[in-house]
């Protein structure tokens, strides 16, 4: 790729045209210094979550591979990535991509950069992809960072890309956690009972635009079962994703992956995620793998995938991993960035024209909560945040809260935002509650306590009733809610100070001063 290559990435149809991208425009950091994935690789990602991209050559114990990280922590970085103006911009444009993808399109096997190295022999998976253990509360390491590819009739007939945590302590066999109500979740409930298990890749290393698209998969009013998700990537970098035929099982994968696990799921095949709760005879009580909610995951009985085919690029090329750390900045823009543009287009579905923008912060972790930008322009539209909120609870399994704020709330300052919650809202009308006894997440410790002493499953895990908070400004009543403007348009701070001044006292501000600052208010 061209060292002078613009600040998009539209033409990077592949990680490692990404990577020579982010190289050539500084945001990318190098390290040649061994680095293991026992702790390590996510205790540096932690040291620098939010930072840029960080690319290790020399994963021990990994000769043929390399590892990224770090990849979707900057929001900056990613807009430049795929050309987005800023963050509503990247909510709007995403938004249009997920109702107009554009179709995948097939490559020949001799083709394909993902098999250009097929192995049916050795299939030990942890030999070749790098796992990686997040904390020292973890007793074993985990596959995270694995792309599910389910195209055609066991997806009714369209295409699904998600991610799927694997252990595989049995060699070529593995399991494989699926999250209750996901698009994976559906495929497997639908064809449990089958003759046959499901033919299914697991892919690493993909385009960022299928990494990014792969995190929608909880999404389902906006994208369900049968929906494009391969075509949603196609059109975040504006060209279609390559697919290939597998080698070993009737299925397709995703063409320009770095490595590439060919098998077939074993729904009724369920097994233990860790030796300790084999050994306990219990799931959901021991710690495993850190959750997106930001506490320790606990380990299950889980289906499990059994492996007949590695493909990968050249091992003497150096496949890159991008081994994804769970409740890091990484993570949680993967997640959110779809379930933004996603909530959007719901509500703008429902009524077109009232949300403006739609903010998911880190610390309302993943599937949490959201914010919605609301422009009320007539006394009719009265209201309709409440319907908004009402449907973003019912339809983002996991949601716990979500709010409505008015145009002049800067939704991406949570000070902002809190300063709103304490001066707009009664509690005793402004509050909404879904009703409980619904479906709950098993991912959130507190829904899992409504299981009492029994086994924390997705069965005995119900919904407690989120919050829907209508934090806005009721039509008409705007001038009681004028917040004061003071004349930062008027004054110029260097008609009074040296720019050195100005500098060192902007040092001193932080948190909700900025915000303040740029409005006036």
């Given at each position: ?21 982010l ?76 109702t ?10 001799d ?12 299939l ?14 973890e ?122 696990l ?49 493909t ?57 909560g ?86 924390w ?59 303040l ?5």
């Open positions: 790729m061209d060292k002078n290559v613009s600040a998009s990435t539209k033409s990077a149809t592949s990680l490692r045209e990404a990577i020579e991208w190289r050539a425009e500084g945001d990318l950091i190098e390290t040649d210094k061994e680095v293991n994935p026992d702790l390590e690789i996510t205790g540096l990602q932690k040291h620098l979550d939010g930072g840029p991209p960080i690319l290790f050559e020399n994963v021990k114990g990994k000769p043929h591979a390399r590892a990224i990280t770090n990849l979707f922590s900057d929001y900056g970085v990613i807009e430049k990535m795929f050309g987005w103006d800023g963050p509503t911009d990247r909510t709007k444009k995403l938004a249009h991509a997920l107009h993808p554009i179709a995948p399109v097939e490559i020949s096997q083709e394909a950069p993902v098999q250009e190295h097929v192995i049916t022999d050795d030990d998976v942890n030999k070749w992809i790098t796992a990686i253990r997040h904390t020292a509360l007793p074993e390491l985990t596959i995270g960072s694995g792309i599910s590819c389910v195209i055609g009739d066991y997806f009714d007939g369209g295409t699904h890309i998600g991610y799927n945590r694997m252990n595989f302590r049995w060699g070529n066999v593995g399991t494989f956690q699926i999250s209750p109500g996901s698009h994976m979740w559906q495929i497997q409930t639908a064809h449990y009972n089958d003759d046959k298990p499901i033919p299914l890749t697991m892919c690493f290393g993909v385009p960022p635009s299928c990494t990014l698209a792969a995190g929608g998969g909880f999404d389902y009013a906006i994208l369900p079962k049968g929906c494009d998700e391969i075509g949603i990537a196609g059109a975040v970098q504006d060209s279609p994703v390559r697919i290939v035929k597998c080698q070993t099982i009737d299925a397709y994968t995703l063409a320009d992956a770095e490595y590439v060919e098998g077939h799921l074993h729904p009724r095949d369920k097994r233990y995620e860790t030796a300790e709760a084999e050994q306990q005879g219990v799931q959901g009580k021991t710690f495993f793998h850190p959750e997106w909610a930001g506490y320790m995951g606990k380990a299950y009985k889980a289906p499990t995938f059994h492996v007949s085919a590695i990968m690029r050249k091992p003497e090329s150096k496949p890159v991993i991008f081994p994804l750390g769970v409740h890091t900045s990484d993570d949680a823009s993967i997640d959110t960035t779809v379930r933004e543009s996603a909530i959007f287009e719901l509500c703008n579905r429902l009524q077109p024209g009232i949300v403006q923008d739609v903010h998911i912060p880190y610390c309302m972790t993943d599937w949490g959201c914010i919605i930008q609301v422009k009320k322009r007539n006394k009719i539209e009265e209201g309709w945040q409440r319907n908004f909120l009402t449907a973003i609870l019912a339809c983002s399994q996991g949601m716990r809260l979500a709010i409505a704020v008015s145009q002049d709330v800067d939704i991406y300052d949570m000070d902002d935002i809190m300063w709103n919650l304490t001066t707009r809202v009664n509690p005793q009308t402004d509050i909404l509650n879904p009703h409980p006894g619904g479906i709950g997440q098993t991912f959130m410790p507190a829904e899992r306590m409504t299981a009492g002493s029994a086994a499953t997705a069965s005995n895990t119900k919904f407690e009733g989120g919050m829907g908070i209508d934090a806005t400004v009721p039509y008409g009543f705007e001038q009681d809610f004028h917040r004061p403007v003071y004349p930062v348009d008027q004054v110029d701070p260097k008609k009074f100070l040296s720019d050195e001044q100005i500098t060192h006292a902007k040092s001193y501000m932080n948190g909700w001063h900025h915000s600052a740029k409005t006036g208010r």
